[in-house]
């Protein structure tokens, strides 16, 4: 079996926050609960043994069991010491019997992708000897002395940025831990120092440790970027056509106009409502207004495109779907619109639930809308839910 050694017993002096590091939110997430995720998402059997800060083990332990779901059984959390290399001794004595195979992972490489546990654990399994996830550097690094002189440049292709977790042989890692003299800044270097070999694997950009308030906001930002990828985005068309009545008044966007020449229609002939619906209902897959309030429904005989648009949101909500945003491109010699627009994006937002833009225009004389037959509506939407 494997353990993986979860360490997150810091303070995080250079995040400067006033809790702990590893209880630290990004994205209403602490950075502990997102790097055990990828933990508890490996498909081998793993014991976890989480080191959390002394001063809050309930609450990390309360935040881990959460994570763990059905596998809270093979949790465990004990109390970290005042250093890294203590916080993962106190994590190595609380491994189960049948552990061959250790990870040391820090929490605060919070989002490292689980192929990277497994790659480093299936070298462990294949060389017998301690195996560390490691990237290329990418700045030209120096030697410098205490007064910030440098010494000389170091020569990039011999040098590796260094992650976590790093894998090691259970038996070898104990004796390496028993006979460690001094502090290392990493278990690899404790290892190499008994003499053991360390060998690379292929490290990931994802797997940055968060460090200063800077690494936090890219953390952040990740996250945004991820929730967008795991968003299904759609959009919709819709458009509809009413010949003028000039014996009805007129309803258009919701609204009353009065001394305009009213739309003919089953209903009110309010085509910016109707085109708006369609434009929703084809974002969401849900078919047409006609489909959908046919005219044998009574509800619908003479209603007012407010009915029609509060049915529509209704159904497309139900659907799992948020509206981002609506537009409206009225096509008529008559009502001027820009009188009332501000007006008609109003109600119409307060109807939709998400901004609703309307604009208008004419066609130059020509056509059934040149002629002042009828007014036109084109609309589109755009729709999304959590995939
Ligand atoms: N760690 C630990 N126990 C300690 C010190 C560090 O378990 N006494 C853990 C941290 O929680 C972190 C990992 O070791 O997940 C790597 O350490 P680092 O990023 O340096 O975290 P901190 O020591 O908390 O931060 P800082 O050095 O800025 O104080
Ligand atoms: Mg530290």
């Known amino acids: 079996m494997i353990g993986v050694i979860v360490v997150a017993a810091g303070s995080g002096s250079r995040l400067g926050h006033p809790e702990p590091k590893a209880l630290v939110e990004v994205a209403g997430r602490s950075i502990l609960e997102h790097s055990l995720r990828a933990v508890f998402s490996m498909p081998s059997a793993v014991q976890v043994i989480v ?63 689980v192929a990277q546990f497994e790659r480093v654990a299936s070298a462990v399994e294949m060389t017998r000897g301690g195996v560390i996830p490691a990237l290329p550097v990418t700045d030209t690094i120096k030697l410098t002395d205490a007064a910030g002189s440098v010494i000389r440049t170091l020569d990039r292709s011999e040098l590796a940025a260094v992650q976590t977790p790093q894998g090691f042989p259970r038996d070898r890692l104990m004796a390496a831990y028993a006979s460690a003299t001094q502090e290392y ?23 940055f440790k968060i460090t200063t308030a800077w690494d ?12 967008q ?11 509809d056509v009413h010949a003028f009545d000039a014996t009805r008044p007129l309803w258009l966007g919701g609204l009353l106009w009065p001394g305009e020449p009213g739309l ?11 085109a708006i619906c369609d434009a929703l209902l084809s974002a969401a897959g849900l078919g047409d207004i006609g489909a959908r309030f046919g005219t044998t429904d009574d509800r619908f005989i003479g209603a007012h495109g407010d009915v029609f648009l509060l049915e529509t ?26 009188t009332r627009r501000i007006e008609i994006e109003a109600h ?30 084109m609309s589109t939407a755009l729709i999304s839910r959590d995939r």
């Open 51 to 113: 080191v959390a800060p002394r001063s809050h083990l309930d609450f990390a332990r309360e935040l881990a069991v959460a994570v763990a779901g059905a596998a809270a059984g093979h949790l465990t959390v004990v109390p970290g010491g005042p250093t890294r290399q203590q916080s993962v001794l106190a994590g190595l004595s609380a491994l189960d019997d049948d552990v061959r195979i250790v990870l040391v992972h820090d929490a605060a490489r919070a989002f490292t992708p």
């Open 185 to 207: 800044t990493d278990d690899a270097a404790l290892f190499s120092a008994a003499g053991l070999p360390v060998s690379m694997v292929a490290g990931d950009v994802l797997a």
């Open 216 to 227: 936090l906001r890219r953390a952040e930002a990740l996250v945004a970027e991820a929730a």
């Open 229 to 239: 990828h795991l968003q299904e985005v759609r959009t919709g068309v819709g458009m």
């Open 264 to 274: 003919a229609g089953h209903s009110d002939g309010d085509a910016l409502c109707h």
């Open 313 to 338: 949101v209704a159904l497309v909500t139900a659907a799992g779907f948020r509206i981002g945003n609506v537009a409206a491109q009225v096509v008529a010699r008559h009502p001027k619109l820009s």
């Open 348 to 377: 119409l937002s307060a109807l939709v639930g998400a901004p609703v833009s309307v604009s208008a225009t004419t066609t130059d004389g020509l056509g059934f809308t040149g002629r002042g037959d009828g007014l036109a509506v």
